[in-house]
């Protein structure tokens, strides 16, 4: 059973980094093919794994249109012409691949693949691995009405948006999954105390990590708010955020800094930029925050400092609920203005933090393992398909 994977993304975010773990671990019969829009990184990464990779070109009016400009969008007739083409495309890639069943990786592959129904009939799944409001929430709802396809929903969140409910079947929830063995190999490619070293970090220092892209929805603001006021109270920190900004959000570390010159904390900022490998920097951390300010889908970054048994600390919104047990395997604040102060006691109490840590780790081996996502999407699949 051949699935055709289509992701819309040049980057490797983290839709694209759930994805690439569960390709390799599908059960058979599938045979996974990867549909891209250019040659990148993710051509790349699915050559390094043996897997079929094929492209097809979009152009750049597709590939720039964001969810917000969508409906300003709908009525122009260049967009159509070029959805017309997609159609193509795609048809032609079904065909010739001999695919069985195509599945969206992306919201935009999804609305993209949903306008091209008439042409690709064979049966279609959408990934959801986001959560939208507004307009662009009804434009997802309209194109799952026309295009009907069977849904997995990376959270219970996820899973009970308005955008979803345009079928009385519910969505699967899947939550992502984590190969832990070998993720504690990545953060192992280099020690703490060289990674320490090279960010700056003076013995006696804490380290507050921040991973992920950066972002306005991400809320990495907070944590620099967090930041100031530790300092204000003598303890000796540093604030990593480790990522960068992608798609039309190239400002945004820009205005990051310069809230911390406002808050005169500079010197206690470490911007990272992208990372290939960031397993040894979450390993070197002493407490990872995660403050998003819209609601998380899932929250990968969660699950990858837990299963380095690391303390988490994050927003009550969301997937996010659904993988931290609140006093047990990380701490879920009711609204950001509690974050320095959550810090503050962890920072006074290690003891609470390893054993917040331990209970992390113990639960992505329970609960977040990446056999038991890649079986349950397995299994979806090849139901999909029959």
């Given amino acids: 059973m051949k699935v055709l994977f289509f992701d819309h993304s ?54 720039s249109l964001s969810r917000g400009r969508v409906i300003k969008n709908i009525l122009n007739p260049l967009l159509w012409r070029d959805l017309s083409r997609a159609q193509q495309a795609l048809a032609e890639t079904v065909q010739k691949e001999e695919i069985d069943i195509v599945c969206a990786n992306t919201l935009k592959a999804a609305i993209i693949l949903g306008l091209c129904r008439n042409k690709i009939t064979k049966p279609l799944v959408w990934h959801v691995r986001d959560i939208v409001s507004g307009l662009p929430s009804a434009v997802l709802w309209l194109t799952g009405r026309l295009s009907n396809p069977k849904i997995i929903a990376v959270s219970r969140a996820a899973a009970r948006q308005p955008a979803l409910n345009f079928s009385p079947a519910a969505p699967t929830v899947i939550h992502n999954g984590i190969d832990q063995e070998k993720w504690v190999f990545a953060s192992r ?5 060289e990674i320490k070293t090279k960010l700056g970090i003076k013995p006696g220092e804490s380290l507050i990590g921040v991973f992920g892209q950066l972002s306005a929805w991400k809320g990495q603001e907070h944590a620099i708010y967090a930041l100031a006021h530790l300092k204000r109270r003598g303890f000796l920190c540093k604030l990593l955020l480790a990522g960068d900004a992608i798609f039309a959000e190239q400002g945004y ?4 800094k310069k809230l911390a010159g406002s ?28 403050t998003p300010v819209k609601p998380e889908p899932f929250g990968r970054v969660l699950i990858e400092a837990m299963a380095l048994g690391k303390p988490v600390v994050a927003i009550k919104n969301g997937g996010i609920p659904e993988i931290i047990d609140h006093g047990r395997s990380g701490l879920l604040l009711e609204n950001h203005q509690e974050l320095p102060f959550v810090l503050e006691r962890l920072l006074c109490q290690p003891a609470q933090a390893k054993a917040l840590g331990d209970e992390a780790r113990r639960q992505v081996q329970l609960r977040f393992n990446l056999s038991d996502t890649a079986a349950r999407i397995s299994d979806f699949l090849m139901e999909a398909g029959r």
């Fill in 10 to 63: 040049p980057v490797y975010g983290g839709a694209e980094q759930s994805l690439f773990s569960v390709l390799p671990a599908l059960k058979q019969p599938i045979v996974p093919v990867l549909l891209v829009s250019q040659e990148s990184i993710l051509t790349a990464k699915a050559q390094s794994l043996n897997i079929n990779c094929r492209t097809i070109k979009l152009s750049p009016r597709l590939m």
């Fill in 189 to 193: 490619q280099q020690k703490p105390e």
């Fill in 253 to 256: 570390p820009e205005s990051l």
């Fill in 263 to 290: 808050l005169n904390v500079s010197g206690e900022m470490i911007f990272s930029g992208w990372l290939e490998n960031t397993a040894p920097y979450m390993a070197a951390a002493d407490i990872i925050v995660h």
